[in-house]
């Protein structure tokens, strides 16, 4: 199973960021997806979740939404006005459910992360 997360860099508050995670090894249209980030100094958050419907999402913040491409295996996190406290590294996770939107502790396949850096 890989999960390749893409899309990390330096950008500047205000800007939008469109990160993007391909998922090879599983079958994408029976795991539910979820980016956490993880903040210097700071322990894993869950930022955004999607079922393996795509009918069910969860987003820390309004700024950000999930999506999914059954055809590209791929999830996609768009963050809009980016601020510096969107700073870390980005993980995408694989849960396999079908069910809404799962714990963290069901996502048993994980990507090495992008990292992300705003600037102030």
């Known amino acids: 199973v890989q999960l390749r997360a893409s899309g990390g860099g330096l950008v500047q508050a205000g800007d939008s960021l469109k990160l993007s995670c391909s998922a090879s090894?599983?079958?994408?249209?029976?795991?539910?997806m979820a980016w956490f980030r993880q903040a210097p100094g700071k322990g894993r958050l869950e930022v955004a979740a999607?079922?393996?419907?795509?009918i069910n999402t969860y987003t820390l913040r309004d700024r950000y939404s999930i999506s999914r491409d059954s055809a590209r295996n791929t999830v996609y996190l768009q963050m809009r006005n980016v601020s510096p406290e969107d700073t870390g590294v980005y993980f995408c996770?694989?849960?396999?459910?079908?069910?809404?939107?799962?714990?963290?502790?069901?996502?048993?396949?994980w990507g090495k992360g992008t990292l992300v850096t705003v600037s102030s």
């Open positions: 996770a694989a849960a396999p459910t079908t069910r809404s939107l799962p714990s963290e502790d069901e996502y048993i396949y």
């Open positions: 090894g599983i079958n994408f249209n029976t795991h539910a």
């Open positions: 999607i079922s393996a419907s795509g």
